[in-house]
């Protein structure tokens, strides 16, 4: 069976040298340790320990081989999209991780897909650097963060970067990052990943509903990662207010009805929220995410679509129909 796995990330092996003109302290860097480990350096604090599965395309392979994975979309960890470092540093750091991805696509054309990142920071030096991510390294996409610096991704300053998105049919997808809440969790910080990632990709989602976001740009693919978030969640309340309030019902269209426009991966730990997601947003808009290879991923994720008996042509739609329709590719 062919499955394409659309939320993935890498990490590069290593990192331009931070510019002598770049003034902060988040340039990230690797420190590489024993048994294929390395330290994510956020300048000269300790991020995050991965290992090689990160940047080793043969090992990743493998792991793709023993889960009966076609195609693994990458795209970077979402740190790295540096929204907080000045834009055109940030765009330097843009190039060098395109770049890489670029390589792992050019070099197994038949194993790997990409989605790069731009500089959102400054949304009209994003947008000049949009054409690029097709034409210069040949990816399907852009990884976006669910806000920019607190800004929803739905703010109007962004229209520019989603107008050339469009024009150059790339796909947009929306991952956590950085999100609202943590100051209200209680316990372990590792709950942050639990917890406030699907609420802020639901805020995001929400604001691209009341934000008229496909309304400005109808072509444009979006999609968002965890499920979409807490947006199932709460779907159902906005639409009662849509269909009771004038100042919702006439500022933007139904949001069930946009929400289903919309792509989500099907990172839901639940076969019964899984199919929840499916009747909520369409069969059709649904395809794999693992989050591969980080801990608070999927495992297996494509298997977790087996409890809810699915016909062949449902099964064949979300393992690979619809990623082939949010990225305009076919394997």
Known sequence: ?????????????????????????????????????????????????VDSRCWDMDRRIGDMDAEGTLLQVVSPMPELLAYWIDAPHALGLSRHINGVISDMVTKHPTRFGGLGMVPLQDPELAAKEVSSLRSTYNLSGIEIGSNILGKSPADPSFDVFYAEAEKNDLA???????????NRLVGPEQSEAYICHPSDVGFAAAGCITGRLLEKFPKLRIGFSHGGGTLSAFLPRLQSGWTKLPP???????????????????????PVLLRYLMDMFGETQIFVGSDYPFMAGQKDSAKTFDPLGLTPAQLNRVLYENAERFLNIKI
């Not at 990330?9 to 040298?17: E, G, L, N």
């Not at 947009?172 to 943590?182: E, N, S």
């Not at 006439?250 to 949001?255: E, I, N, V, Y």
């Open 1 to 49: 069976m062919k499955t394409i796995d659309v939320h993935c990330h890498i990490v590069p092996a290593d990192f331009p040298a931070q510019p002598p003109s770049c003034v902060t302290d988040k340039w990230p860097g690797m420190e590489h340790r024993e048994n294929t480990q390395a330290m994510i350096k956020s300048g000269k604090s300790d991020f995050r320990l």
């Open 172 to 182: 947009i997808f929306v991952h956590a990052l950085h999100p609202i809440g943590t």
């Open 248 to 270: 919702l019902n006439k500022g933007f269209a139904s949001p069930i009805e946009t929400a289903r426009k919309f792509y989500y991966d099907n990172l839901a730990f639940d």
